[in-house]
T-cell receptor, first 116, second 113 residues
């Protein structure tokens, strides 16, 4: 079955510290992978995506993620967290149907708090 | 350019009623997808419309339906509301290619009493 697991429900880091949010997926074919961020009262915003090619992808706001096929993982990283990064982060896999149309299957999210 | 808009932003209904939510995509986008977000189940895909045709659907009962108009605006309808339908309903629009980014609206918060 297709699924996405984000093992950490809640993470707290200090401002300026590094961050890694974990994401594991289960998908039979080559996955399309995404990280989204949702701030309170805001819609979901795409941070980065992986379709193919270089397994280290760069996104907006200084985020990057690395696709590791052998570990079925797509972890999100940031070298130095800012207070404005406090939000809910979602990992998703794009599953294709028989018509080659994509739907997003989501993890349950990781809530990030940033201490000043 | 304007982003994805959803109306209404908040809605309160009682069990057994029906509700219609509206989504206006970004200009030029032909695909609209709908998602349900709840604390327990997270984000779940409802369905996607492209050029007025449903081309993908999730695992929701038939009470959940949708449609898309020629201007790409989409509506989602839930009939015979249940308490468990209380959720944030998000729509996302894109050009429709499988590698195109989906842009999300702010959502409609539905509360069923």
């Amino acid at each position: 079955a297709q699924s996405v697991t984000q093992p950490d429900i809640h993470i707290t880091v200090s401002e300026g510290a590094s961050l890694e949010l974990r994401c594991n997926y289960s998908y039979g074919a080559t996955p399309y992978l995404f990280w989204y961020v949702q701030s309170p009262g805001q819609g979901l915003q795409l941070l980065l995506k992986y379709f193919s090619g270089d397994t280290l992808v760069q996104g907006i706001k200084g985020f990057e993620a690395e696709f590791k096929r052998s570990q079925s993982s797509f972890n999100l990283r940031k070298p130095s967290v800012h207070w404005s990064d406090a939000a809910e982060y979602f990992c998703a896999v794009g599953a294709l149907n028989a018509g080659n149309n994509r739907k997003l299957i989501w993890g349950l999210g990781t809530s990030l708090a940033v201490n000043p | 350019k304007a982003g994805v808009t959803q109306t209404p932003r908040y809605l309160i209904k009682t069990r057994g009623q029906q509700v219609t939510l509206s989504c206006s995509p970004i200009s030029g986008h032909r695909s609209v997808s709908w998602y349900q977000q709840t604390p327990g189940q997270g984000l779940q895909f409802l369905f996607e419309y492209f050029s007025e045709t449903q081309r993908n659907k999730g695992n929701f009962p038939g009470r959940f339906s949708g449609r898309q108009f020629s201007n790409s605006r989409s509506e989602m309808n839930v009939s015979t509301l249940e308490l468990g339908d209380s959720a944030l309903y998000l729509c996302a629009s894109s050009f429709g290619g499988r590698e195109d980014e989906q842009f999300f609206g702010p959502g409609t918060r539905l509360t069923v009493l």
